[in-house]
């Protein structure tokens, strides 16, 4: 494990463990221009990764979601302090803090925390993926009709006209659940289900998971099949992979 993973794994976590100290408290809830949800959980977790990371490798760029981006270039760190805000000011202990670090806009390492249920995952890219501090793979899935697959939100398979996407992959047989965010993509890395299909996201969204997924062995690309980092994700078994891409077609 190379320093700057070890830094970004216990950097995430101090920050995932600051957002269970505010979590069930009745932290007040503001909203963005967007309409989503941020609170002080938010802005002090993100608040502790920057300034950990200005202290530890000073000049380096951040994109975050509640401070945008600091410094300029494509290698830089990219984090979400709550991924899952809906889920935290829910009281379900489904969200996470995400730490990742891109190397020419590509992720070279990753860490997730969701600190209520105290798991923590990491990848660097070429070194695999851990839960826990134990080696994780996704399983092998026969077919898709005996998969279990997590989704995001239907209001975002709405506005990007995947609904019916959505509903032939229903049609096809397997058990679709709402598992929402980073939770249901580290259910894939961690070999628990088959697929995550994810129609809106950002980019501090999903770079830290990209690497977890990928260095798991499984396959992490938009609707369209393309690798790397979009607005959209798929992350699923290599076995199954073919079949959801072409329900969305």
């Known amino acids: 494990m190379s320093p700057r993973l070890e830094f970004a794994i216990e950097t995430a976590y101090r920050a995932g463990r600051l957002t269970l100290g505010l979590f069930q408290t009745g932290t007040p809830i503001h909203f963005k221009a967007d309409d989503s949800p941020v609170t002080e959980a938010d802005r002090q977790a993100e608040r502790l990764i920057r300034d950990a990371i200005a202290a530890h490798y000073p000049g380096e760029a951040i994109l975050g979601e509640e401070e945008g981006l600091t410094g300029a270039g494509d290698t830089r760190w990219v984090?979400?302090?709550?991924?899952?805000?809906?889920?935290?000011?829910?009281?379900?202990?489904?969200?996470?803090?995400?730490?990742?670090?891109?190397?020419?806009?590509?992720?070279?390492?990753?860490?997730?925390?969701?600190?209520?249920?105290?798991?923590?995952?990491?990848?660097?890219?070429?070194?695999?993926?851990?839960?826990?501090g134990r080696p994780c793979r996704v399983r092998s899935a026969e077919s898709l009709d005996r998969a279990t697959i997590a989704t995001g939100s239907a209001s975002g398979f709405r506005a990007t006209g995947r609904w019916d996407g959505l509903g032939r992959l229903s049609d096809s047989?397997?058990?679709?659940?709402?598992?929402?965010?980073?939770?249901?993509?580290?259910?894939?890395?961690?070999?628990?289900?088959?697929?995550?299909?994810?129609?809106?996201?950002?980019?501090?969204?999903?770079?830290?998971?990209?690497?977890?997924?990928?260095e798991a062995g499984g396959r992490f690309t938009d609707f369209d099949g393309r690798s790397g980092i979009h607005r959209e994700a798929i992350s699923s078994t290599p076995e199954i992979h073919r079949a959801v891409l072409e329900a969305f077609q």
Do not use: C, Q
């Open 79 to 132: 984090l979400d302090p709550i991924d899952g805000t809906k889920s935290f000011v829910s009281g379900v202990p489904l969200f996470s803090t995400l730490l990742s670090f891109e190397e020419g806009g590509v992720p070279v390492l990753g860490v997730v925390v969701l600190p209520a249920l105290n798991e923590v995952f990491a990848a660097e890219r070429g070194g695999g993926s851990t839960w826990n």
């Open 173 to 214: 047989g397997p058990v679709l659940r709402t598992w929402g965010d980073a939770y249901g993509h580290m259910l894939v890395a961690s070999g628990r289900i088959d697929a995550m299909v994810d129609p809106i996201v950002e980019r501090w969204d999903l770079s830290a998971v990209a690497v977890i997924v990928e």
